[in-house]
């Protein structure tokens, strides 16, 4: 049974971080023991058991640290138990329905044989870095769209797939 697993997770303004920390609860709470990072920290997937990886979407891709991490651990990540996460849309699509992964992350799926992929929406307000993200809070665009109750529901699974 796998019992250390690793959240990683590439983020711009925290809100994919807050997503990482919730699995990271959830899956503490059925006895794994979890580190949830930054993927800029580039630990090595090799001294986990099963890793989780998620990335905040930013024009149809994935946050630059969360390829860089998947990149960067290839082979590690191909031998052990992944799941993927993807967080942003600023709308309620994603609790209403099935957003497949972009490209790029679908790739490495294929690639790593990752056991599923989910898309959660994302969360921008006020004070977000960046010059497009000013642009789409001027626009009227922002707001929380993360469900919370879905995303542990995500991490349940996963924990009872790690303990069984």
Do not use: C, Q
């Amino acid at each position: 049974m796998p019992t250390y697993v690793l959240v990683v997770y590439g983020t711009a303004n925290g809100s994919t971080a807050e997503i990482a920390e919730t699995i990271a609860e959830v899956l503490r709470k059925d006895g794994l023991t979890v580190e949830a990072l930054p993927a800029r920290s580039m630990p090595s997937a090799a001294a986990y058991d099963a890793v989780v990886v998620g990335g905040g979407l930013y024009a149809g891709r994935w946050h630059k640290d969360a390829r860089r991490f998947v990149r960067h651990n290839r082979e590690a990540l191909a031998e052990r138990p992944l799941w993927f996460f993807s967080s942003g849309p600023l709308d309620p699509s994603a609790s209403e329905r099935d957003i497949p992964p972009v490209p790029g992350v679908k790739k490495a799926m294929a690639r790593l044989d990752a056991r599923e992929h989910v898309t959660f929406g994302g969360r921008l307000e006020e004070g977000a870095k960046g010059w497009v993200a000013r642009m789409i809070l001027r626009s009227g665009k922002g707001g929380d769209f993360r469900d919370f109750e879905r995303i542990e529901a995500w991490a349940a699974r996963i924990g009872g797939e790690l303990t069984s």
